[in-house]
């Protein structure tokens, strides 16, 4: 009870006390502080005008020329639209070659909110003669952006809670058992969420919607994984001690190690994306690895207390006796077991067989999304952008920025005119130290050929000059990527190495083990993208999304083989490999399959925000838990170890056996 009381109190704190998030920078929250890109924008805020960004009005008439009459309305709507703008000035319209289209710039502060371009929008929203219009441009993507994530933490906890109350109530069939992990692991989310907030003013880092995210589906992922442990646990000592408080102590003792080297995994993987070179990465581990250690402190502290506080009819209709044989000693997972042993070569085989047929899915996979291509629903800042590269040089909405000394710019401006790919150049803002000059490019943005132009200035322009602006920052942000998975992903092994070793004190486990999650990440990302491409026709993976899935996959995958494993050892102590998996796998089954159902449908929730790197990171480690849960951990690996016999405990066996039985050895 005080227990209850303290962390009552102490969550009240939290909430009371807690501050409001640093919020990222969108288009830069993903380059890394050395980028060229990087050092462009921090110069370009120095200029003068340099906190102005323009929202692009586009006017059209269904592909017809605008004729007299609707150059005359886009003339007077531009005279309308000087009062949003800075200062208030006059604005004059340009027109396209064809007559087709018309625009309006209308000068907006960089910090500028998205209720200044929905104003923007409401004031175009009817225009005479069939005139539409759309609105894009820097400041309209940023209100897409916010809009997108408008209202997501709720939706995505009502969705996240009702998808975990649905499986926790099939699970336990009690009409009250699941309200107490529930709200234990509810309560623990918001509590993590005001963390994290807390942990952005206090170290200086910043977040956005994606991070809070995808940091709330994990503390609820991984928090009732940690409760279904903890409390399949408790109901099996609940049948050996008469005391509830007894019982919870022991089941406490044999779960709790499990759990911490499980969410010590999770957390030492998403702390390796400190040494990320992108922003948005290390703000992603540094507040995910915060949510993982309040789910863990939840689940260990005040969901044992708040179990024990209701006593023995908590699991109504279904209450543990003592003395009761545990039904799940002889139940489907224990047959499984049974059939896994009895044919490991089979299983093996058939498992590696499916993973392989599976993996093939990734054939002709493709990483980098173009700003267009990152949401799900197009926003009207996209189809603007879309309606404005068909009727102006492809680049001219977004130029490319080359910067340059004063003295210099006449001979940069010179050179960057006659690089490939440039459609023209025209003079930007200047100060004593710095002048700009806005490239306009003759592709899209996020072509291939934008990005061959991008490179082709930066080869021509050496070290006279900075090229940056939205294609440059693209091909840096490819870059950190790059380098962060060929960084990240052998540390994330490494740790995982690490941790199976001191928890299984076995060279042979710890390295199947590995091998089997990386094997589920491969096949997970196979699958999705033959997803991606046959259901959602997505042309490629957003550039965070593989380093994402296998920080995930490989430390919450690893977590379901370290809890049949750690079984798997405590009963080695008695009997042999194959009949230690088979009563692990018994006892275990049920609620690594309920935890795994539950983790893959969490992630899948992440599909109800409008952005494409969340829906695919989603669908990847939705299909690689669901792998890991129904394949890996129930097949694979009961079946590898089998084959392996006592030898997958080397160099340290659970037990000393005779030396003279059959297939073992002494530690």
């Given at each position: 009870?005080?227990?209850v009381?303290?962390?009552?109190l ?18 830069t929250?993903g380059?890394?502080?050395s980028a060229?890109?990087t050092?462009v924008s921090?110069?370009?805020r120095t200029l003068?005008?340099?906190?102005v960004?323009p929202a692009?009005?586009v ?6 020329v605008?004729?007299?009459?609707g150059r005359?309305a886009v ?9 949003f703008?800075v200062?208030?000035?006059d604005?004059?319209p340009?027109?396209?070659d ?6 309006v710039?209308?000068p907006?502060?960089?910090?500028t909110?998205?209720a ?6 409401d ?6 003669g069939g ?7 820097g ?6 952006i916010?809009?997108a ?6 939706r995505?906890?009502?969705?996240t ?8 109530l ?6 009250w058992l ?26 200086g ?8 995210g995808i ?5 609820f ?11 399949a ?6 049948r ?11 089941a ?16 030492l ?17 540094w ?8 789910a863990?402190l939840?689940g ?7 179990m024990v ?8 209709p279904?209450v543990?006796?003592v003395?009761q044989?545990?039904?799940?000693r002889?139940g489907?997972?224990?047959?499984v077991g ?8 089979t299983?093996?085989a058939?498992?590696?067989a499916?993973?392989l047929?599976?993996?093939?899915g990734?054939?002709?996979?493709q990483v ?9 629903v197009?926003?009207?800042?996209v189809?603007?952008q879309?309606?404005l ?24 401006a010179?050179r ?6 440039v459609?023209s ?24 050929r934008?990005a061959?132009?991008v ?18 920052q ?7 990527a790059?380098?962060d ?5 052998p540390?994330?092994?490494?740790i995982?190495?690490?941790?199976l070793?001191?928890l ?6 710890s ?12 096949t ?14 997505f042309?490629?993976?957003?550039l965070?999304?593989p380093?994402?899935?296998f ?18 050892r ?12 088979t009563?692990a796998?018994a006892?275990t089954?049920?609620?690594?399959t309920?935890?795994?159902i539950?983790?893959?449908?969490v992630f ?8 494409v790197?969340?829906?695919q ?5 939705g299909?690689?838990?669901?792998l890991?849960?129904?394949?890996v951990?129930s097949l694979l690996?009961?079946?590898?170890a089998t084959m ?7 160099p340290?066996h659970p037990r000393?056996l ?10």
């Amino acid at each position: 009870m005080l227990t209850v009381l303290a962390f009552v109190l102490l969550t009240g704190l939290v909430f009371a006390l807690a501050p409001e998030a640093r919020e990222a920078d969108q288009a830069t929250s993903g380059l890394p502080d050395s980028a060229e890109s990087t050092t462009v924008s921090a110069i370009q805020r120095t200029l003068p005008s340099s906190g102005v960004s323009p929202a692009i009005v586009v006017v059209s008439r269904d592909g017809q020329v605008l004729g007299e009459g609707g150059r005359a309305a886009v003339t007077d709507l531009a005279g309308r639209l000087g009062r949003f703008g800075v200062g208030g000035a006059d604005l004059t319209p340009t027109f396209s070659d064809d007559g087709e289209v018309g625009l309006v710039a209308v000068p907006l502060k960089a910090s500028t909110g998205s209720a200044k371009v929905e104003a923007i929008r409401d004031a175009v929203a009817s225009l005479p003669g069939g005139l539409a219009a759309e609105v894009t441009g820097g400041p309209a993507f940023q209100a897409d952006i916010e809009n997108a994530f408008a209202g997501a933490d709720v939706r995505l906890l009502v969705a996240t809670a009702l998808i975990v109350a649905v499986l926790l109530l099939v699970t336990y069939r009690s009409p009250w058992l699941w309200l107490v992990p529930l709200v234990v692991v509810a309560v623990g989310d918001r509590v993590a969420s005001l963390a994290v907030a807390a942990a952005t003013q206090l170290f200086g880092y910043e977040v956005d919607g994606s991070t809070t995210g995808i940091t709330s589906v994990l503390v609820f992922g991984a928090g009732t994984n940690y409760a279904l442990l903890l409390i399949a646990r408790y109901r099996e000592e609940l049948r050996r001690h008469d005391d509830r408080f007894a019982a919870m102590r022991a089941a406490w003792r044999q779960a709790a190690p499990a759990i911490l080297a499980s969410s010590g995994t999770v957390t030492l993987a998403l702390l390796t994306l400190s040494f990320a070179d992108a922003p948005s990465n290390r703000a992603l581990g540094w507040s995910a690895a915060i949510g993982i250690v309040v789910a863990v402190l939840f689940g260990l502290v005040a969901l044992p207390a708040a179990m024990v506080l209701f006593g023995r009819g908590l699991f109504w209709p279904f209450v543990p006796r003592v003395g009761q044989d545990d039904p799940a000693r002889t139940g489907v997972w224990s047959r499984v077991g049974h059939a896994v042993v009895r044919r490991p070569r089979t299983f093996v085989a058939g498992s590696v067989a499916l993973l392989l047929l599976l993996s093939l899915g990734a054939a002709g996979l493709q990483v980098g999304l173009t700003q267009n291509e990152r949401f799900r629903v197009t926003p009207e800042s996209v189809v603007g952008q879309e309606r404005l590269a068909e009727a102006f040089p492809a680049g001219f909405a977004e130029p490319t920025v080359v910067l340059a000394r004063p003295g210099a710019v006449a001979d940069v401006a010179r050179r960057a005119s006659s690089v490939d790919g440039v459609s023209s150049v025209r003079p930007g803002a200047a100060s004593d130290t710095w002048a700009s000059l806005q490239v306009v490019l003759d592709s899209d943005r996020g072509s291939d050929r934008s990005a061959d132009t991008v490179e082709r200035l930066r080869s021509s322009l050496g070290d006279e000059a900075l090229v940056g602006g939205p294609d440059a920052q693209d091909i840096d942000a490819a870059s950190a990527a790059s380098h962060d998975r060929l960084l990240i992903i052998p540390l994330v092994l490494v740790i995982v190495m690490i941790v199976l070793l001191v928890l299984l004190r076995s060279v042979v486990a710890s390295v199947v083990l590995a091998l089997t999650v990386v094997a589920t990440y491969v096949t997970a990302v196979g699958a999705g993208w033959f997803v991606f491409t046959h259901l959602f026709d997505f042309p490629a993976l957003d550039l965070p999304v593989p380093l994402f899935a296998f920080i995930f996959l490989v430390a919450l995958g690893v977590d379901y083989n370290i809890f049949l494993t750690t079984r798997a050892r405590e009963e080695g102590a008695t009997q042999p490999v194959a009949g230690a998996m088979t009563s692990a796998l018994a006892v275990t089954g049920g609620v690594i399959t309920s935890a795994g159902i539950v983790l893959a449908a969490v992630f899948a929730v992440l599909g109800v925000l409008p952005v494409v790197a969340l829906t695919q990171i989603g669908v990847i480690v939705g299909i690689g838990v669901l792998l890991d849960t129904l394949v890996v951990r129930s097949l694979l690996v009961p079946a590898l170890a089998t084959m392996l016999g006592e030898r997958f405990w080397w160099p340290s066996h659970p037990r000393r056996l005779d030396g003279d039985a059959e297939g073992t050895t002494r530690p």
